[in-house]
């Protein structure tokens, strides 16, 4: 058997003087070893070794070189985009088909291009950051309150569009201004509020949604809903009256 390193031959001959290996053992090591001028004098460590080994299968320098060329990467893009563009287009409800065929195929060729589980990530990413960025006002918001499922989504941007909108019954002109002029002077925790709005002939014709925001908790109304039934939180009844001639 001969020495692997310098290091394992001056650990025989220093057992071989304390008496735990006898000399003729040394020596038939010494024999064996063809080449002692040139022994390392550390054996690289298996990891190492295995790590150059697999590296070798690729490249006799056992450099690890690129697996895809600029060019290659750019092929990759074009057709893992392209296909996660189609997939999106006909797979998306209508009226929506366009932007998600977009973001698929962006995200999906960033991906490409990027390659291996970097890829992957930045696919994924990409694909959330585009479709909180570019989301259309009626897919935020209450949509991702389950407490507001059932309810007509928001398509105006002020309640008072949205009363236009949803109630198809005389209600006092100023009905909303009186309500926030009210809510402005209430202090109340944190939460969901609503208050039942009145015709003229004094039945329950829709329901204005208030909600605290702020560190103040400031009460602001939110929406105007129809009258299907009460939206999640707590009834104002008691405390702001309804708006009067």
């Known amino acids: ?21 006898s000399k003729e053992t040394v020596h038939e090591w010494e024999h064996a070893t063809k080449s002692k001028k040139t022994l390392p004098m550390h054996v690289k460590k298996s990891y190492d ?18 697996i895809l ?16 563009m189609a997939m999106n287009l006909a797979m998306a409800p209508e009226g929506d088909k366009m932007r998600q065929g977009l973001i698929g195929g962006v995200s999906d060729a960033a991906g490409g291009y990027i390659g291996g589980f970097k890829g992957m990530g930045a696919s994924m990413a990409g694909n959330m950051a585009l479709q909180g960025l570019t989301a259309p006002k009626q897919y935020r918001g209450q949509q991702q309150d389950p407490r507001w499922a059932g309810y007509d ?21 100023d009905a909303l201004a009186q309500l926030r002029s009210q809510a402005i002077k209430l202090e109340l925790p944190p939460g969901r509020y609503y ?14 949604a208030f909600k605290t925001v702020g560190k103040k908790n400031k009460l602001v109304l939110a929406t105007v ?12 009844s008691h405390l702001m009256k309804q708006p009067v001639s």
């Open 225 to 236: 809903l129809k009258r299907d039934k009460p939206p999640p939180g707590t009834s104002l």
């Open 195 to 208: 208050l039942p709005m009145h015709d003229i002939g004094g039945n329950t014709a829709a329901y204005a």
């Open 69 to 84: 060329t600029p060019a290659q990467r750019a092929a990759t893009a074009l057709i893992q985009g392209g296909t996660s």
């Open 1 to 21: 058997m001969p020495f692997k390193s310098e290091a394992q031959r001056r650990l025989f001959h220093a057992k071989a003087a304390r008496g735990e290996i």
């Open 49 to 66: 070794q295995g790590v150059q080994a697999a590296l070798a299968l690729f490249s006799k320098s056992a450099n690890v070189a690129p």
């Open 153 to 173: 989504q928001k398509m105006a941007d002020h309640a008072d569009d949205r009363l236009r909108e949803r109630i198809k019954v005389e209600l006092h002109p």
